[in-house]
């Protein structure tokens, strides 16, 4: 665990911060010291996850916003800067998912995992990255995709698809914004239990063990794991990292090798 006072005076937009891995990061960065920002659709999940950084001694906004929109993103950059005066960090969370053959998948079911997942991650780097190259400042952008990004993901193609988007955005930008001192780094985690995510790929128990058969480490992964990590690539720690790819995943996209049963 990083020491409390790791990201003191900073200031950090979240999306998707209001459930799951996004809310696990809040909570994480505000006990560092950070002030968070908590974007999505809902805003009372917005607004239960203020309450609970409050309670525990931190300072939350909660700005609703839908990223496939570059209004309210503007706009989510816009309240963060009247209200905390800058912006360090940008989490790229917010994401979309379920399960369906391609070749029954809609074009509405397409373009809205594709728009939640790659067009609205453009839209807040781009918003976020205006801002600290008019001030002539850095920052730090983490994007978190999903290991699919490389392995594809039979059964999410849009999601795979748009993960795999944010990949090469994290690479290209990277390179692109290093002069401008911003950092762009990804978490890929694997299966995360407690999350949004559940309901939408393991909704019974049968398929979540399912899953988890096919993990070396032999369970799911925790919100608090990948918060820990996301704090520390967003940190000074990791000030000489960018363009990477932080997997978390208990092993999973290895696979579990072929000889087992041989011996
Ligand atoms: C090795 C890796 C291990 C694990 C990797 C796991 C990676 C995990 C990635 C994740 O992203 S988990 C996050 C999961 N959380 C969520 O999905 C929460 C947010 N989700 C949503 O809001 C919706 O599910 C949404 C559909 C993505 C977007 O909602 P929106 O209100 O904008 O869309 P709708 O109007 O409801 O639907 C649009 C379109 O999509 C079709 N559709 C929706 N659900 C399904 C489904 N289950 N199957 C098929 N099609 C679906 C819906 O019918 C609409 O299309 P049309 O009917 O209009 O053609
Ligand atoms: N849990 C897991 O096993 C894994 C998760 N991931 C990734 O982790 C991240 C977090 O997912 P997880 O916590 O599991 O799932 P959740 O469903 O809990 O989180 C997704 C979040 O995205 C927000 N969101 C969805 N659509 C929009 C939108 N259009 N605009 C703004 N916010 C939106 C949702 O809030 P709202 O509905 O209020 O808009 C929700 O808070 C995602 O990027 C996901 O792809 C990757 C690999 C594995």
Redesign the pocket.
């Known amino acids: 665990m990083l020491p409390a006072g790791t990201l003191a005076d900073r200031v950090a937009i979240i999306t998707g911060g209001g ?2 891995l996004g809310k696990a990061m809040a909570l994480e960065f505000a006990r560092l010291g950070a002030r968070v920002v908590l974007a999505s ?1 809902k805003q009372e999940n917005l607004e239960k996850a203020a309450a609970e950084i409050a309670g525990r001694g931190g300072e939350a906004l909660v700005v609703p916003t839908d990223v ?1 929109d570059p209004g309210q993103v503007d706009n989510l950059v816009n309240r963060t800067l009247e209200r905390f005066g800058k912006i360090d960090i940008l989490v790229n969370n917010a ?6 053959p391609a070749e ?6 397409w ?3 594709v728009n ?2 790659l067009n609205g991650t453009f839209y807040c780097t781009r918003a976020v990255a205006r801002h600290w190259i008019g001030q002539g400042r850095g920052g730090n952008i983490l994007n978190i995709i ?3 990004a490389w ?1 594809g ?1 039979p059964g ?1 193609v849009h ?1 795979a698809a748009a ?1 795999a988007g944010v990949l090469a955005m994290t690479r290209t930008l990277a390179v692109e914004w290093a002069p401008r001192g911003i950092r762009v780094n990804c978490i890929a ?4 239990d407690g ?3 559940a309901p ?2 393991w909704p019974t128990e049968e398929a979540r063990q399912a ?1 988890i058969q ?1 993990v070396p480490l032999g369970r799911m992964g925790t919100p608090e794991e990948i918060a820990h990590a996301a704090a520390y690539l967003v940190s000074d720690y990791a000030g000489f990292i960018t363009g990477e790819v932080l997997t978390i ?1 208990g092993g ?2 290895l696979g579990r090798g072929l000889f087992k049963g041989s011996r």
């Open positions: 459930t799951g659709r496939r994401a979309g998912n379920f399960v369906c029954e998948l809609s074009v509405n079911g373009n809205a995992v939640i997942v999903a290991t699919y392995t993901g999410t999601s993960k985690p694997g299966p995360v999350t949004g995510a939408q790929l899953v096919a995943d999973t996209w």
